[in-house]
């Protein structure tokens, strides 16, 4: 797949607990500006 979903509560978005989507690439290349939650995944 090319995201990473973790449902596990981890901080409010939209007054959720959700973690996710971001991009696998973005993620492993270290790219913290893309879109959606790649910078908290990265971390």
Same mark, same amino acid.
């Given at each position: 797949?090319?995201?990473?979903?973790?449902?596990?509560?981890?901080?409010?978005?939209d &007054?959720?607990?959700?973690?996710? *989507?971001?991009?696998?690439r973005? !993620?492993? &290349?270290?790219?913290?500006?893309? *879109?959606?939650?790649?910078?908290? !995944?990265?971390?």
């Amino acid at each position: 797949g090319w995201q990473a979903i973790d449902s596990t509560p981890q901080e409010t978005s939209d &007054d959720v607990y959700r973690c996710g *989507p971001a991009s696998l690439r973005a !993620v492993r &290349d270290g790219e913290l500006q893309k *879109p959606y939650d790649a910078g908290y !995944v990265f971390a």
